[in-house]
């Protein structure tokens, strides 16, 4: 039987305070888990049910020394899901480190909405993209709702937090940013090297940020469109798939 500590524990590495106290954060789902497993992501606790030991016989021998079998009752109160699934990992967080420049990396300017943030992650993976680098009020990458919705492409995918101001202006690449005055995706051409910036939800791209940039890029819209913007994340998939169909 977990105790109420541990329950406590997990269920406070749902708020941010607590992630950055004891630089852990919390991983649900079988194949979530499964895939960290595999990874060099370290796990500090792993808390399953007798169904996932059964179909991860492996998996939960590697980990026998920090496991715990709980019950259905048990994997509700620690989880932070509606519908809890068979395996919750505590898994420990990474140092942000570069990593390599090369190819074509994303750049994120005040992303707030955890749900945008999972899914840029994962539209990053899908599109070959080398890494993420974000500003520092960039939503935290070890958000439940941003593990969750990048539906474990962060496993992978190199994203690091630093000043984009002073990261920028080292840079040699040509730099791309969604801007709604910019030059039309039709009639843009992408090297086989950049970096595209995408900026905040409401605000867009920072004037010093945007002072960086050496192409504004415009996704048009239907002539009777009476929309004002494209969401963020729906944005940056559209630009990164243009990008990936003209340097492939």
């Not at 590697?62 to 109160?77: F, P």
């Not at 002072?211 to 504004?216: A, F, I």
Request: glycine share 6%.
């Amino acid at each position: 039987m977990i105790s109420k500590n541990v329950i406590t524990y997990v269920q406070s590495l749902q708020q941010k305070k607590a992630r950055q106290k004891y630089q852990c954060f919390v991983a649900e789902g079988n194949k979530l888990v499964a895939e960290l497993g595999d990874s060099d992501w370290e796990f500090e606790s792993l808390y399953v049910k007798e169904s996932f030991v059964a179909t991860h016989k492996a998996l939960c021998a590697k980990y026998h020394s920090c496991i715990q079998i709980v019950s259905d009752m048990e994997m509700e109160r620690l989880s932070g899901l509606q519908a809890p699934q068979d395996a919750l990992a505590v898994v420990r967080m990474k140092t942000n480190k570069s990593a390599a420049q090369n190819g074509w990396i994303l750049v994120l300017d005040g992303v707030q909405d955890p749900g945008n943030m999972g899914t840029l992650i994962r539209s990053a993976a899908w599109f070959g993209f080398s890494q993420i680098v974000c500003s520092t009020d960039t939503v935290e990458m070890y958000n439940p709702k941003v593990i969750q919705g990048s539906m474990g492409a962060f496993v992978t995918m190199p994203i690091q937090y630093t000043d984009l101001s002073q990261y920028l202006a080292g840079q040699k690449k040509p730099i791309y940013a969604a801007v709604l005055d910019g030059k039309p995706l039709r009639k843009t051409s992408f090297s086989k090297e950049g970096i595209l910036v995408l900026g905040n939800e409401g605000n867009g791209i920072r004037p010093e940020i945007l002072r960086l940039v050496s192409d504004g890029i415009t996704i048009e819209k239907a002539k009777d469109s009476k929309v004002e913007s494209l969401n963020v994340a729906v944005a940056a998939a559209i630009l990164m798939n243009a990008v990936t169909q003209a340097i492939n």
